[in-house]
């Protein structure tokens, strides 16, 4: 008889979820956790670089109050303040996620190191596991890349980011995605002067460039220096700390260094070898039904997971997911359950934020579709928008030839706000139609999301059968 029904490494957001869900259906639960519990998100994501963000919001609040007629001095920067409340933020959250929770729900929580001993077994805080089903929800971890002479200097990754006492004078930063731009901005605004380096040809280069052109004009004017299409070299001790040299000989001096270059599945010290579980560099390798290709006691969930045909995902959102795909595949043991990530989401949480759901254009391109068609609407054109002095941003979306949403873009002040529509429409394969006749109320930026597609049928109501049409009607008496 085994000891548990199922064993979950790791108590991030998957691991939690999966563990309640298992303990609230009456199963035996064992959850083992080496760090802290909460995981990425709660300690080192999502929740910090949220709550830091805010503040920088806050300060450009002031510094843009004026162009209200409302006169204020300018904000004056308070760091120790800044990070209680980024700690405070983690604070309050923390006790949904605890060890004393989850072992009130019954659930056996270890804190320790754990590793496969067998295809049924692990062991954990000296202990010999065994077990019906496991979850593996290790997560991930950001990459450290092998650049020369990085290992002279003291580097950031967001692990210890927000453990700062004080602003940086000036971060360079290595990256530039998402958690890079998000950082860039936050301390731009917090008064730190900041560099961002990045190799690709341009920063956010997974997202439609006609979007990122929107978020740049922003970056530049919070004072933010952005290098792009640009090599490290190497790194080595500067004289205001750390001293970056790229390709072109250009030598970039700052007093902190933070790489934000992507991350990496945590899979060593797992030993899944012993287990039977394959695995790549990108991850445990999984079906569209998480569970593991090589033993079908396991499955894995969250930044950890490589879903054959669709690759991992390293979203909070994306661990929620999994954990309902989870539900159904191993405790319900339903068949056909299939992950699907056509209507993910996802967001640049800067400000303006960068939000998209589906293909952009160049995905649709590239998937095949043809005749696609681009719907604008500019928020410059939205009241709301231009009631609140922010009337720059654009929702795009991509309608293919028989008048299916197959993606949405938009960059504008809460876009990840909008986003859910989106999601709901081509998640449930609703016509454009149904956006197009919504009502919403009035004023709000969501408009330009219903006048995007309200444009598509308004070009067919012009089209020349059409005005025949209204040209026979109109002798009707």
């Known amino acids: 008889m085994p000891d548990y029904d199922v064993a979950i490494i790791g108590a991030g957001a998957a691991g939690l979820s999966v563990a309640a869900i298992g303990a609230g259906l009456g199963l035996k639960v064992v959850l083992v956790e080496r760090g802290r519990m909460g995981g990425d998100c709660l300690n080192y994501g999502c929740v910090p670089s949220k709550a830091l963000l805010a503040a920088g919001h806050a300060a450009a609040a002031v510094r843009g109050a004026g162009r209200f007629g409302v006169r204020a001095a300018a904000p004056e920067i308070d760091w120790p303040a800044v990070r209680a409340h980024v700690q405070g933020a983690i604070a309050r959250i923390a006790p949904n996620d605890s060890a004393a929770r989850f072992r009130g729900m019954g659930v056996t929580v270890i ?55 004080d602003g940086p004078g000036h971060l360079v930063i290595i990256g530039g995605g998402p958690i890079g731009l998000e950082m860039a901005q936050a301390h731009a605004r917090l ?135 989870l539900v159904r595949s191993m405790l319900f043991r339903l068949p056909g359950t299939r992950l699907d990530y056509a209507a993910l989401p996802r967001v640049t949480y800067t400000d303006p934020e960068i939000a998209q759901v589906g293909l952009t254009e160049a995905e649709a391109i590239a998937a095949g579709h043809q005749d696609i068609r681009i719907q604008r609407w500019p928020l410059a054109e939205n009241d709301r928008a231009v009631a609140e002095g922010r009337p720059e941003g654009l929702v795009k979306l991509i309608v293919s030839a028989k008048g299916k949403l197959l993606g949405a873009g938009i960059v504008a002040p809460h876009a990840g706000e909008m986003a859910g529509t989106f999601g709901l429409m081509i998640g ?33 109501l012009l089209s020349p059968f059409t005005k025949r049409l209204i040209g026979l009607l109109r002798l009707l008496p």
């Open 111 to 165: 804190e320790a190191s754990a590793c496969f001993t067998g295809p049924d077994e692990i062991e954990a805080g000296g202990r010999r596991i065994t077990f019906r089903r496991a979850v593996i929800a290790a997560g991930s971890s950001a990459i450290v890349p092998d650049i020369p002479g990085l290992d002279t200097v003291r580097y950031l990754t967001n692990e210890t980011l927000f453990d700062l006492e």
């Open 191 to 325: 008064g730190c002067r900041v560099t961002v380096l990045e190799a690709a040809p341009r920063i956010a280069f997974r997202e439609d460039p006609e979007l990122v052109e929107g978020l740049r004009t922003a970056l530049l004017a919070d004072g933010v220096t952005l290098r792009e299409g640009v090599t490290v070299t190497s790194v080595a001790p500067g004289d205001a700390g750390v001293a970056v040299t790229l390709g072109d000989g250009t030598v970039v001096q700052g007093t902190h260094l933070l790489l934000a270059v992507g991350r990496a599945p945590r899979l060593a010290g797992l030993d899944l070898s012993a287990a039977g579980i394959a695995a790549t560099p990108k991850g445990i390798t999984v079906g569209r039904d998480l569970r593991s290709v090589s033993n079908r006691r396991v499955w894995a969930v969250g930044d950890i997971a490589d879903p054959e045909g669709l690759g991992p995902r390293a979203f909070t959102h994306v661990a929620s997911q999994h954990a309902g795909i």
């Open 428 to 460: 449930r394969k609703l016509p454009l139609s149904a956006l197009a006749g919504l009502v919403l109320p009035y004023p709000t930026l969501s408009e330009g999301a219903k006048r995007a597609a309200g444009d598509y049928y308004v070009a067919k």
